[in-house]
């Protein structure tokens, strides 16, 4: 019998997957995972039934939401995840000879150990001796650490129950106070198609406290709408002047130092958001 998943992306809007098997399903202390195989996009984490990654597309976004931050700052040596469990966005910092350390500060502990197990290809780089783990709640370890990073990436689930606290203005104003002097921050900030609002919100509440602030876009064909946006605060450097020429070519699938430029220029709707 065929077995197909289901994600409800909004309300009234859906998508289904084909699955060949299931490899893992439980409930964690903050959530139910789920990892799938899937026909068309390959292995699946889902958090409370959400796709988080796959196989097939997790590059656009791993890619997108470290590179363009990471070579924008001339010399990221510290670099702090908040979320990012599934270990996609370390393997993508540590191509940054630059980077000495990378911290990965993930809520649940059972994202990290599955993704482990069941997808080697996302979170090959957690073992590396520059990465260094820790368990526990963003928000608390971004108070605890001032003036420490170069770059701090947002890569958490939607902002409902635990990742509530890391979208909006107070949390922006502990993230500033976390980054050194020229420091730059990053955060996935939702489909501006389905949800407009949470993009100008977003949007509005980093331009209060980063003195630059952009939004970009990716196009990532299992995230709701398949078009997605990135919120970007910058202390100094701006990504969209940024000199980049002389920066090591990265081996990457969707990232390049064209598009590097190119992902600023957004659409009429999108761009509204930011007015
Ligand atoms: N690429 C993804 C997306 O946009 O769907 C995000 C993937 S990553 C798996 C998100 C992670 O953020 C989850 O593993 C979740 O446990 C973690 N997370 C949520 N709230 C958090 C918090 N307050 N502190 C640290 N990690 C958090």
């Known amino acids: 019998m065929e077995m197909w998943l289901k994600e409800a992306q909004i309300k009234d809007a859906a998508m289904t997957y084909k699955v060949k098997e299931t490899l893992v399903r439980k409930k964690t202390n903050y959530q139910d995972l789920t990892i799938v195989d899937t026909e068309a996009f390959g292995r699946m984490l889902l958090l409370d039934g959400i796709v988080q990654t796959t196989i097939a597309d997790e590059y656009v976004y791993h890619e997108m939401i470290t590179h363009i931050a990471l070579n924008t700052h001339p010399n990221p040596e510290k670099v702090l995840v908040v979320g990012g469990g599934d270990g996609g966005t370390i393997r993508e910092i540590l191509k940054h000879s630059s980077v000495q350390k990378a911290v990965l500060c993930e809520i649940d502990a059972e994202v990290i150990k599955e993704c482990k197990k069941y997808l080697p290809e996302i979170s090959c780089a957690l073992e590396d001796e520059r990465c260094e783990i820790f368990i526990g709640d963003g928000i ?50 939702e489909s501006p198609f389905y949800l407009p609002d949470v993009v100008k919100r977003v949007y509005k509440d980093a331009k209060d406290v980063f003195p630059i602030t952009k939004l970009f876009m990716a ?43 190119a992902c600023f220029v957004l659409p009429k709707f999108v761009e509204n958001l930011t007015c």
Request: charged share 25%; hydrophobic share 30%; glycine share 10%.
């Open 140 to 189: 608390k370890y971004v108070h605890e650490h001032k003036n420490e990073f170069d770059v701090i990436i947002v890569d958490s689930t939607d902002p409902f129950g635990a990742a509530e606290g890391l979208f909006g203005g107070s949390f922006y104003r502990e993230i500033s106070d976390c980054l050194t002097k020229g420091g730059i921050f990053v955060a996935q900030t």
């Open 219 to 261: 196009g990532i064909p299992t995230y709701p709408s398949g078009f997605w946006s990135f919120t970007m605060g910058s202390k100094k450097y701006d990504p969209e002047n940024a000199d980049i020429s002389d920066k090591p070519e990265l081996e990457t699938k969707y990232y390049t130092k064209k598009l590097h430029k």
